[in-house]
């Protein structure tokens, strides 16, 4: 009886979406945008996942995709005779065929081949994921970090802070971060991200605003561990999203607008402090540096209350309320078409025994993704000197010639929004060079070239002022590549959406754990300023990066290349083949009809 009421009651849902989705160009654009959205929660505020089926792929569907395949990126037959050396510095020598990287135009946010339609799905994922995860991205760094501008505002003082109480404190919020991402092996494809991501948002916001209370260092360093506890899964969650939603040459440019946050919550987190300490300091019997957790938190509260109804979910289990069933039915075409496999809805009992199965494990642990691409992460991690603080305290340690401080408390806070609004520049420039060249190895090589030069200067010490200041205008460029590091992992990992996401999580997590013990090695605060062994390490991990890219190229060329075929190449070789034959074209498809 219960289970006729039950399927009663999900026809009565589908009749209701049905009806929603039938809302076309000829009802007002206020029903469209507002009514038809509203329709879709469940007790009027409550995004619910979206019962869509999957396009009906008859005779006539396959006959239009066949052609619309042959006109965006017809096969192309590939002879390997004379296959110059330095093709292997091509790294989308077997990943797109030319005729498709010619209809791509870096300084073009669509491509050329994207259909109308395609063009309205792009920009409603580009606005309701990518712009709210600048947001978040934003939010995040702004309570990260904010710790350095209120040392430097009075926390230092205020809580009887000596030695190495500040790094110990940002070990603390690292050693929480780490931790909880273990769980994000199952809860970033297994969980609704768009419940999960505002959730922890709202926490770690609300712990922000609850250190303007603390008393002492060891209420700090609690407080701090569970910022990082809450903020942990951010990052990759993003990224594992971004994998979802968009293709091979689209996401580098997704990830750089995410990792525009990050700088815009360094840049903005120094200027709002500044005028914190100019204007408020006293209001209410709270020192300044209250307020900057206070204002910091409540902000952050805000962006966390609108990811539930932005996050969209993933083509496959989606739960936003402002794409139709044709939007989803097409994202899901699209990733079709990248080779992207997905996870669909099953039980999450099931699901979640999954990842403890024997052959996933094998797959995993003996892949070359998991031993190469953590080290590359790692790099990655300690390839920048700008969180430890360097900078802030270098600011902090100026003196005139009679000896008082250079600058006041409130141009202190502003002098450090300085190097990530330069950080902006340099991400942008660095994302568009791999888009321009068609290539994320020379866009890596290129950010770390000027992020050696800045911290070699910064490790000699010994030079002229301004050389210090050029250095350290430099030091975002560090993280600079790192869009275009992780874009290129979600590239390689395309095809095992739950291999993905425990890579995400494993690379992630050794990543950051590695930062936890270096920082307390290399970045002591009695060191402030100097730093020999921070800028000197920073320096030969930027090193380190660049040549392990090439190990990176390596690999993932050799994987392109049996999959090659899949991607619009038929090689062969006019010596030896009597005609173009696919290189494990049958081996390849089946593999990949294996994951759907």
């Not at 609300?206 to 008393?215: C, D, L, P």
């Not at 932005?310 to 039915?329: A, R, V």
């Not at 190229?553 to 006019?574: H, M, P, Q, V």
Request: glycine fraction near 6%.
């Amino acid at each position: 009886m219960s289970s006729t009421s039950s399927k009663k009651n999900e026809v009565l849902e589908r009749e209701k979406e049905v009806e929603v989705e039938q809302a076309d160009e000829s009802h007002s654009y206020f029903y469209r945008t507002v009514v038809v959205p509203f329709r879709r929660l469940k007790w009027g505020f409550l995004p619910v996942r979206r019962e869509v089926p999957d396009e009906v792929e008859d005779e006539a569907w396959l006959l239009r995709e066949a052609k619309l395949q042959d006109e965006v990126s017809p096969v192309e037959y590939r002879d390997e005779k004379n296959r110059k050396w330095w093709n292997f510095f091509d790294e989308y020598e077997y990943r797109v065929n030319k005729t498709y990287r010619k209809k791509h135009k870096w300084y073009k946010w669509f491509n050329e081949t994207d259909t109308p339609e395609e063009r309205r799905v792009i920009l409603k994922i580009d606005v309701l994921l990518t712009l709210y995860s600048l947001m978040a991205y934003w939010v995040k760094y702004l309570d990260q970090t904010n710790i350095n501008n209120a040392y430097i505002g009075g926390l230092k003082e205020g809580i009887g802070m000596v030695g190495n109480d500040l790094v110990n404190t940002q070990v603390m919020f690292t050693i929480g971060s780490i931790i909880f991402q273990i769980p994000f092996m199952y809860i970033l494809y297994g969980v609704p991200l768009n419940y999960v991501l505002p959730s922890l948002d709202i926490a770690w916001s609300i712990v922000t605003v609850a250190i303007y209370r603390v008393e002492n260092v060891p209420q700090l360093k609690a407080l701090r561990f569970f910022i990082g506890v809450f903020e942990a899964p951010s990052y990759l969650a993003y990224q594992y999203l971004f994998g979802s939603w968009y293709t091979v040459d689209e996401i580098s440019r997704r990830s750089m607008v995410y990792y525009l946050g990050q700088y815009l919550g360094l840049l903005t987190s120094g200027l709002l402090s500044g005028a914190i300490v100019d204007n408020l300091d006293g209001l209410n019997g709270l020192e300044a540096w209250k307020w900057i957790f206070i204002i910091d938190g409540v902000v952050s509260i805000a962006v966390g209350l609108i990811g539930f109804y932005m996050i969209p979910g993933t083509p496959e289990n989606c739960y936003s309320i402002f794409l139709s069933d044709k939007d989803i039915q097409i994202a899901r075409r699209r990733l079709k078409r990248n080779r992207t496999a997905t996870i669909p809805q099953v039980n999450h009992k099931e699901l979640f025994k999954s990842l403890f199965k024997l052959d996933l494990w094998k797959s995993i642990l003996s892949s070359w993704h998991i031993y190469v691409l953590t080290l590359w992460n790692v790099f990655c991690w300690n390839n920048n000197n700008g969180t430890s603080g360097s900078y802030v305290l270098w600011i902090d340690s100026l003196r005139n010639s009679d000896g008082s401080r250079r600058f006041d408390p409130g141009q202190k806070q502003q002098m450090t929004a300085l190097t990530p609004g330069l950080g902006l520049l340099w991400l942008f420039i660095t994302c568009s060079y791999a888009d321009l060249f068609h290539s994320r190895w020379q866009a890596i090589l290129f950010s770390q070239v000027f992020n050696i030069a800045g911290n070699v200067i910064l490790a000699v010490w010994h030079v002229p002022e301004r050389a210090k200041w050029f250095a350290f205008c430099l030091q975002y460029f560090g993280w600079a590549m790192a869009p275009v590091l992780y874009s290129w992992m979600n590239d390689i990992c395309r095809r095992d959406p739950q291999k993905r996401a425990i890579m995400l999580v494993v690379m992630n997590m050794l990543a950051q754990t590695s930062t936890a013990f270096i920082s307390v090695l290399v970045w002591k605060t009695v060191e402030a300023p100097r730093f020999l062994k921070g800028f000197t390490f920073t320096a030969c991990a930027a090193f380190s990066l660049i040549v392990w890219t090439f190990v990176v190229l390596y690999f993932y060329k050799r994987d392109e290349k049996r999959e090659c075929a899949n991607n619009g190449i038929i090689l062969y070789n006019s010596e030896t083949d009597r005609e173009p034959i696919g290189l494990h074209q049958e081996d390849s498809s089946a593999d990949f009809d294996k994951q759907d």
